[in-house]
T-cell receptor, first 112, second 114 residues
Framework: DQQVKQNSPSLSVQEGRISILNCDYT??????FLWYKKYPAEGPTFLIS?????DKNEDGRFTVFLNKSAKHLSLHIVPSQPGDSAVYFC???????????FGTGTLLAVQP | DAGVIQSPRHEVTEMGQEVTLRCKPI?????LFWYRQTMMRGLELLIY????????DSGMPEDRFSAKMPNASFSTLKIQPSEPRDSAVYFC????????????FGPGTRLLVL
């Protein structure tokens, strides 16, 4: 049973435009959400996080939005750059186990 | 600051051999996690430690897998005997704060079992 879902396996965006990556979760006990970026042959790198008491967190070009009623979060990258091309994982923490549960990832390709 | 260090980066072995993966967490982090990434199952948590004590090993696939953390700066993941289906990338991660869940990952060990 997949508690964190990223339904889009891939996304292609033009350089300078907005990239929107989506993530849905099923467990209402999750109270902390994170986005990680992963380049080939490297480990995932922490990007940005949000607590369940907030609905938005911004860090430079990256903004994460949380909609608790819809159990949905999204990562916005504006403007997108070719160096942003990577696999993006969303993850959720909390609940009974206090473990990070990862989604399956979305491959973002930013075209020059 | 040094990040999470994993060794070896690549390992090729034959079925039935013992494989030992090593991890040095970030200094001052008290939680350590072992993950496995495959195409079929994505990134899955195998086991995690808090203050060197195993907290949850429910993700360990079977008895052939074992993990230890003898001190705060070192952990091993052992597979004995290894099988071709164990081929994957194994990541180690560490965290200062288990509650907020911000984990920092090592570069991974790419394991191929022939």
């Amino acid at each position: 049973d997949q508690q964190v879902k990223q339904n889009s396996p891939s996304l292609s965006v033009q350089e300078g435009r907005i990239s929107i990556l989506n993530c849905d979760y099923t467990n209402s006990m999750f109270d902390y959400f994170l986005w990680y970026k992963k380049y080939p042959a490297e480990g995932p790198t922490f990007l940005i996080s949000i607590s369940s008491i907030k609905d938005k967190n911004e860090d430079g070009r990256f903004t994460v939005f949380l909609n608790k009623s819809a159990k949905h979060l999204s990562l916005h990258i504006v403007p997108s750059q070719p160096g942003d091309s990577a696999v993006y994982f969303c993850a959720a923490n909390g609940g009974a186990t206090n473990k990070l549960i990862f989604g399956t990832g979305t491959l973002l390709a930013v075209q020059p | 600051d040094a990040g999470v260090i994993q060794s070896p980066r690549h390992e090729v072995t034959e079925m039935g051999q013992e494989v030992t993966l090593r991890c040095k967490p970030i200094s001052g982090h008290n939680s350590l996690f072992w993950y496995r990434q495959t195409m079929m199952r994505g990134l899955e948590l195998l086991i995690y430690f808090n203050n060197n004590v195993p907290i949850d090993d429910s993700g360990m696939p079977e008895d052939r897998f074992s993990a230890k953390m003898p001190n705060a700066s070192f952990s091993t993941l052992k597979i004995q005997p290894s099988e071709p289906r164990d081929s994957a990338v194994y990541f180690c991660a560490s965290s200062r704060d288990l509650a907020t869940g911000t984990q920092y990952f090592g570069p991974g060990t790419r394991l191929l079992v022939l």
